[in-house]
């Protein structure tokens, strides 16, 4: 099975950065769409963002973009998810997931294509 792991949560002030990565165990992810999701206190799971791996393309949610990259190491089999100019509405519990498909555009923002999650990490910014 597929196995996904975060890290790299903290706490950060407004303004600064953190880099999340997502290990996968059990498969690569040379023909999977990987994903960022959030979900913050009192809110529903909202899409961050997306890339399809093999060719490393992103798709982004407007709230993020300009401010999120979303990259990939095939030697290390990492997705990560650098995240700069925070703000204290990105806190949130941040959570990888992975769909072994190619999905394109605002498909790919869709938390039911994905089934494999990571249990999560924490985000908090403070303002």
């Known amino acids: 099975q597929v196995q996904l792991v975060e890290s790299g949560g903290g706490l950060v002030q407004a303004g600064g950065s953190l880099r999340l990565s997502c290990a996968a165990s059990g498969r690569t992810f040379s023909s999977h769409t990987v994903a960022w999701f959030r979900q913050a206190p009192g809110k529903e799971r909202e899409f961050a963002a997306a890339?399809?791996?093999?060719?490393?393309?992103?798709y982004y949610a407007d709230s993020v973009k300009g401010r999120f990259t979303i990259s990939r190491d095939n030697a290390k089999n990492t997705a990560s998810l650098q995240m700069n100019s925070l703000k204290p509405e990105d806190t949130a519990v941040y959570y990888c997931a992975a769909a072994p498909a190619y999905l394109w555009g605002s498909t790919s923002s869709r938390s039911t294509q994905y089934g494999y999650w990571g249990p999560g990490t924490q985000v908090t910014v403070s303002s």
């Open positions: 890339m399809t791996w093999r060719d490393g393309k992103a």
